[in-house]
T-cell receptor, first 115, second 117 residues
Framework: AQSVAQPEDQVNVAEGNPLTVKCTYSVSGNPYLFWYVQYPNRGLQFLLKYITGDNLVKGSYGFEAEFNKSQTSFHLKKPSALVSDSALYFCAVRDISGGSYIPTFGRGTSLIVHP | GAVVSQHPSRVICKSGTSVKIECRSLDFQATTMFWYRQFPKQSLMLMATSNEGSKATYEQGVEKDKFLINHASLTLSTLTVTSAHPEDSSFYIC?????????????FGDGTRLSIL
């Protein structure tokens, strides 16, 4: 079985400050992990993924995420937030060993960056 | 990058009308396409998964006869909402995954806002 949790419905941060959007997961085997961003009335855009290798993954728009196996986390980060980063962010996981080829999405976290 | 085109972007129609939504992968072959429904300020609800050339697999609670899915080619899947009613009003999003490598991300269309009067 696979599951993913985004514990925060909303994250507020001032422009220029670092941001973190949290994601934890549960899988029986090894995970594939993904982050997506959704702007209003749009579909989701792929930001980055972790498959294997380096725990720190860099993605689009200056975002990065760190895979932490011991804490089963894959938090999304950015050193300096922009107002234009305000959007809905989704974490997704797929259990490589579980036999399912369908990722499970978290419920989403609304990021609001204040000027 | 991989592009998924979803049309129409918005539909407003009367109750009882059937609505077809198209999802096309423009520059890659998509063995698998996914259809989601999203309510305001809520997460994605997976409705069904379609594989090219075979019947769609529907999630529990999704009516097969209500939401008809066809995936006739590696680049096109369609969702038809039959005899739509106001409770079917929602934001529908498709996504597609490249056939090579199941560790590939999904590529999403821009969604279709369906409003049934």
């Amino acid at each position: 079985a696979q599951s993913v949790a985004q514990p925060e419905d909303q994250v507020n941060v001032a422009e220029g400050n670092p941001l973190t959007v949290k994601c934890t997961y549960s899988v029986s085997g090894n995970p594939y992990l993904f982050w997506y961003v959704q702007y209003p009335n749009r579909g989701l855009q792929f930001l980055l993924k972790y498959i294997t290798g380096d725990n720190l993954v860099k993605g689009s728009y200056g975002f990065e995420a760190e895979f932490n196996k011991s804490q089963t986390s894959f938090h999304l980060k950015k050193p300096s937030a922009l107002v234009s980063d305000s959007a809905l962010y989704f974490c997704a996981v797929r259990d490589i060993s579980g036999g399912s080829y369908i990722p499970t999405f978290g419920r989403g976290t609304s990021l609001i960056v204040h000027p | 990058g991989a592009v998924v085109s979803q049309h129409p972007s918005r539909v407003i129609c009367k109750s009882g009308t059937s609505v077809k939504i198209e999802c096309r992968s423009l520059d890659f072959q998509a063995t698998t396409m996914f259809w989601y429904r999203q309510f305001p300020k809520q997460s994605l609800m997976l409705m069904a998964t379609s594989n090219e050339g075979s019947k769609a697999t529907y999630e529990q609670g999704v009516e097969k006869d209500k939401f008809l899915i066809n995936h006739a080619s590696l680049t096109l899947s369609t969702l038809t909402v039959t005899s739509a009613h106001p409770e079917d009003s929602s934001f529908y999003i498709c996504s597609a995954r490249e056939s090579q490598g199941s560790n590939q991300p999904q590529h999403f269309g821009d969604g279709t806002r369906l409003s049934i009067l």
